[in-house]
């Protein structure tokens, strides 16, 4: 596997730092532990990838702990039976607003708590805060019976209600999303120096001048972690597609594959490939963005 | 906004009459002209009619319903209150509730008492500098990114009795995704492959925050490396230490997609969240019962959810 080579090169290294050069056997031990996790973390998507490359006719006669039977058909298959194009082209309808506009209204609130030191900011901080980390299967039940209520013009959704439709979706998951990227925004821009908006303010800026001219283009590190985080996990939204949805070709590519499995049943490598399918964007961003990514995730965690 | 902006413009000042932002350019430090305060209003108040009405209102409904018999159709002027008989029908007489209560209880100590661990002792070795490092960050955050319900799958290649790797290797014929008395196990198994990586990540971000001097000192005094990080390290991330128990309650309540891509939280996969879901969009759907469930749901995670607040918020005033 490649992964072992790279750690070997890495270990022996001509350009690693002196002071680590030193392997004595507790470190060897330490790196022995760390290899074997790694690989052990690394193995189940290795083995779905590995999986979703052979035919099923050479593993069904020769069992999987095998070696051969290599083909792609799997991915062809995959791809037309379960119609990933279309579902991928739904997850872009839902993510990409969905994103934009968490960013958008977010970055508000945010401004307008960082910007001003009102009492009530606190309570609107706390307001946002928790409803990203409210349980959703507990606000289910009164939401399923507003989005069968909620009417929508047939040129927005063909089912004419909030319930089944894209804007259904988008709207809920700004909704949760929100509150994350409020709290990691505002403590965000409380730490940009006051003198910015009293010299906007000399200047005669506008409120919502110091708000997109001012404060958004030094947000550029915080929005562009928040938005590699919110893209994966809205992406990867799975409950809300799974219950606000009916139609089988409206479904998000996520919630999709579960909607699937009955066309693959008996057929493992043909899930495999589906879900290397599913994957392969998270993995691309994963691999393109990682930086962004972790620091996303940990803007939340700590004071960023 | 009836209250005045705390803002550091010079109160003595009378405010302009209509001063609007075309206005030109001031010397002077304004208060906020009339456009400004509908612009700001307008940022705080959408966002927030948006939180509302899809989150708050819905958990306060999600609370009144659960002490009426409605059946989730009829039309809501024919709801009785019925108080806390949903209550004690779902302890007395719905058979999935005590499973799915023991089984988010065990989610929620396997993950605290395994998986978390675990998750910080990786961080306190990568925390080294070690060479490869990067590799090993990597190869143990990777399935942070991949969403549950795509991890069931991807196990199922692991679990599938006929078609699965553990049962070619060690010659056993289980299932481990439908045999009710291991299927928990294994999707528990499935979710701390993720939650490790996870932890592993605020965890090394925690430590990186640590003042490296007080590590030093401990080391001057001749504290061991293990005693040097219970002693010193290990209190004063405090506050990451509260993130990450949150999280770890929170997610083990909300965890859902693993059990529903199997099964749909049935035989021997029963959880709260599932049990809530089923009696929504299930065959039977019984709203009062459900709403009951969704309450306990509730409660228990603003209890974690108000210890998170607190913990952060005074973080963010030092």
Known sequence: ?304 | MSDLPLIQADRAVPPPATTTSTGGRRRRLRLLSRTDRVVITLMVLVPLLLVTGFVWLPAAATVLLSATNWDGIGPLNEIEFVGARNYSDVVNIYPPFVPAVQHNLLWLAALFVVATPFGMFLAVLLDKELRGSRFYQTALYLPVVLSLALIGFVWQLLYSRDQGLINAVFGSNIDWYGDSNVNIWAVMIASGWRHVGYIMLLYLAGLKGVDPSLREAAAVDGASERRAFFRVVFPVMRPINIIVLVVTVIESLRAFDLVWVVNKGRNGLELISALVTQNVVGEASRIGFGSALATIMLVVSLIFITIYLATVMRENRE
């Open chain 1, 1 to 304: 596997m490649s992964t072992a080579t790279i750690t070997r090169r890495t270990e022996g290294g001509p350009d690693a730092p002196p002071r680590r050069r030193k392997l004595t056997p507790l470190r060897m031990l330490l790196h022995g532990f760390l290899i074997a996790v790694s690989l052990a973390w690394l193995f189940p998507i290795a083995w779905a990838v590995l999986t979703s490359l052979r035919s099923y006719d050479y593993t069904a006669a020769n069992g999987y702990v095998s070696f051969g039977g290599w083909t792609i058909d799997n991915y062809v298959t995959a791809w037309r039976t379960a119609e990933f194009g279309q579902h991928f082209l739904n997850s872009v309808y839902i993510t990409v607003p969905a994103v934009l506009l968490t960013l958008f209204l977010a970055s508000c609130v945010a401004f307008v708590i960082a910007r001003f030191s009102w009492k009530l900011n606190l309570v609107l901080l706390g307001v946002f805060t928790a409803a990203n980390l409210l349980p959703q299967q507990a606000l289910l039940i009164p939401l399923f019976r507003l989005f069968t209520e909620v009417p929508l013009p047939e040129f927005m959704s063909d089912s004419e209600l909030l319930y089944d439709s894209y804007w259904g979706l988008i709207l809920i998951n700004v909704a949760f999303q929100c509150g994350f990227c409020v709290f990691v925004l505002s403590n965000y821009m409380k730490a940009l120096p006051r003198d910015l908006y009293e010299a906007a303010m000399v200047d005669g800026a506008s409120i919502w001048r110091q708000y997109w001219q001012v404060t958004m283009p030094l947000c550029r590190p915080a929005l562009a972690a928040l938005a590699t985080l919110e893209v994966t996990w809205i992406y990867n939204e799975f409950f809300w597609a799974t219950v606000l949805m009916r139609t089988g070709d409206k479904f998000p590519v996520t919630s999709s594959l579960n909607n699937l499995r009955g066309e693959f049943f008996t057929d493992n490598n043909l899930v495999s490939a589906g879900s290397v399918l599913v994957a392969i964007p998270t993995l691309v961003i994963f691999f393109m963005l990682q930086r962004h990514f972790v620091r996303g995730l940990t803007l939340g965690a700590s004071k960023g």
